[in-house]
């Protein structure tokens, strides 16, 4: 999920794109319950119905899908586990707001839980580019 404005949308052709902007991915704990973030700038670009790209952490290439990275919910893959991420900044999200987000009705997308995330993630690894 974009967590600014500061890319935007435009058409090449009939395929729709996104430049690239900061972007809050989510990636599953150890457990059900716990949830990390990480934000990293990513273009995303039309794929059949889909809008995909990549991100790179830690020096592996991640291939996103839709909100979050994974069309609405967290990666679940073994080529990006939390402990991995955490080594390169990702944060785990506060119980509260895994709460909003397990019960925000999002299907393929965010929910009702989307501007406390883009609050959270702004917060905590949004910084101004100089």
């Known amino acids: 999920m974009y967590i600014t404005n500061e890319g935007h949308t435009y058409y090449r052709g009939s395929e729709q794109c996104h430049t690239r902007a900061p972007f809050l991915i989510l990636i599953d704990g150890e457990n059900m319950n716990e949830l990390y ?6 273009a995303l670009q039309q794929c059949g119905q889909f809008m995909m790209g990549v991100a790179r952490i830690g020096g592996k290439t991640i291939i996103l899908s839709g909100t979050y990275g994974a069309d609405g919910l967290a990666i679940h893959d073994n080529k990006l586990d939390y ?29 009702s839980e989307a501007e406390d995330m883009r609050k959270w993630a702004r917060e905590n690894f949004h910084k101004k580019e100089k």
Do not use: C, M
């Not at 991420?85 to 393929?108: M, S, T």
């Open 37 to 42: 973030g990480i934000v990293r700038k990513v």
């Open 83 to 111: 402990k991995f991420a955490v080594k390169y900044g990702a944060k785990r999200i506060p119980d509260e707001l895994y709460q909003k987000w397990a019960n925000g009705g999002g299907w393929n997308s965010a929910g």
